[in-house]
């Protein structure tokens, strides 16, 4: 494993439903990646599709994929000819009526290294994803869910989008060994909020995942869409996709400063070794009292039990 590894998010507007021309512009932007000599690519959350979740319309499970599809064909052909690790995210058909949000890991030649299936699952306006997803299995192993993928390039805590803003996923990623936290993304504004309340939003996005980092003592990745997506339903303005991608250290520094229109490969050198030097001056993993969080597993300590 190098302790310095080049590392790209894809930050991506999407037009359209057409998977095979969303394809081809993100396999453009991943070969363009490769040539600034990223070692690790992450792509944003439902990559291959508009953000379909704006209603609930039976139609767009047609959508979904096995998770041997098409679209995981091509991402997994990309990393072993440019030789490189590849986390990439999908609308999956896992059985009749069982769908998931699912991110992938692809290895170089080595193929798939593993998935991620998404924990927690919104149900906001304009973000019905509970119509469509099934939250990952969580009580199938002793990691409950939360288990990093190994890679060439070290443990990769892949979560995906809504898991961002738990610090308990962040937390149970870090203690299973993750050398960083990954989360591909698709958020952004309702364009009938003002400016002010945009402002907060995007700022509370950024800050939750550098807090991560910081209370981790890992470097995060996080991929974003941008552009505006309109809202099938006349009822509704659409998403502005806030972009934003970002990478930064185990402090929560940023190695690489958000953006919220530009669009391609945006790379960045991340250093596994600056985590250890980190977590020695700052030692919140031996300072934890695991004896004291028992109510952590509760949904809510009614009359303060």
Known sequence: MSEIISAAVIQQAIPGNNKTENLAIT????????????ELVVLQELHATQYFCQVEDTGNFDLAEDIDGPTAEIV?????????VIVMSGFERRAAGLYHNTAQVFDGERGRAGIFRKMHIPDDPGFYEKFYFTPGDGNTDTLNGFRPVQTRLGKLGVLVCWDQWYPEAARLMALAGADMLIYPTAIGWDPNDDEDEQARQRDSWITIQRSHAIANGLPVLVANRTGFEASPSTADDGIEFWGSSFIAGPQGEFLLTPNIEAQGAFC????LQRSESVRRIWPFMRDRRVDAYGNLTRRWLDNNE
């Open 27 to 38: 396999c453009d932007y991943i070969r363009d990646a490769a040539e600034q000599g990223a």
């Open 76 to 84: 997994a052909d990309i990393a072993a000819e440019l030789d490189i």
């Open 268 to 271: 960045a050198e991340v250093s």
